[in-house]
């Protein structure tokens, strides 16, 4: 196809970066045959990085997979906060981890960290083996998922939990909404039913003085603190105007009643 028309055909499509777009599939792209059968999925809707088979985050190249959600960019302000004090040797929680792209760009940044890594979606397990050592990679719900000599151990919990309110599924873009599985994305509710499971269990697993940090938004800021706080845990919300991401910040206190 000449990269004239993949450019029209992406920018009929209605994607902004139509340019872009077609040297990404032009690099993934094996033959002509290829190119065709890329193109038509992207143009279908399925997102770039999901067509191509990688994400770039935090300067890293992510494994992506069909149905597995897309790393944002607003979460690297989860892994700017999460390697603040790190040291190697340290024990990193990825909860809810999808691709694991939060685990690996953390691992990346403070070598020597000691990542372990769960999520509830075998496919998204799959696609993080390919990303973090696959052998603490780990399937199951939340901290059950982890070896149990974790506990008590634990340096950092780092979740991404779905935080979209159930009935505003239907107002996210389509790219997300259709191609990404919904246990990645509903957040129940109000959109914290599952950051309740991850606050809830994270004392028992944190290291005296450890943190827990969780993705959130603004308006849900004062929600999730509140959680953490019910939880024992000293809370702080920061925002990173860069990256429009909110993180909530749960430490447990280094002396406990």
């Known amino acids: 196809m000449p990269p004239d028309a993949l450019v029209a055909a992406l920018r009929a499509a209605g994607c902004v970066y139509a340019e872009d777009e077609a040297r990404e599939l032009r690099e993934a792209a094996t033959d002509a045959g290829h190119l065709e059968a890329l193109l038509a999925r992207r143009v279908a809707g399925e997102p770039l990085e999901q067509v191509v088979g990688h994400a770039g985050f935090c300067g890293l190249r992510i494994a992506v997979a069909p149905g597995v959600f897309v790393p944002r960019l607003r979460s690297t302000a989860l892994v700017r906060r999460a390697t603040a004090g790190l040291r190697p040797g340290d024990v990193v929680v990825d909860l809810c981890c999808g691709t694991g792209a939060i685990g690996a760009a953390v691992l990346a940044a403070v070598p020597g960290v000691e990542v372990h890594a769960a999520d509830l979606d075998p496919d998204a397990v799959a696609c993080a083996r390919r990303n973090l050592p696959a052998e603490r990679v780990h399937h199951g719900n939340l901290y059950g998922a982890l070896p149990r000599d ?95 991401g909110t993180v909530a910040t749960g430490r447990r206190p280094t002396l406990l009643p």
């Open 150 to 244: 974790l506990r008590g151990r634990v340096a950092l919990v780092v979740a991404n939990a779905p935080y979209v309110p159930t009935g505003a599924i239907a107002t996210m873009p389509a790219e997300a909404r259709d191609h990404e599985h919904p246990v990645a994305l509903d957040g129940g509710p109000d959109g914290l039913d599952v950051q309740r499971g991850v606050v809830a269990g994270a004392p028992e697993w944190l290291a005296p003085g450890g943190r827990l940090l969780v993705e959130t938004s603004v308006a849900q800021g004062p929600a999730t603190a509140a959680l953490m706080e019910s939880a024992g845990l000293v809370a702080e919300i920061t925002h990173d105007d860069d990256v429009d």
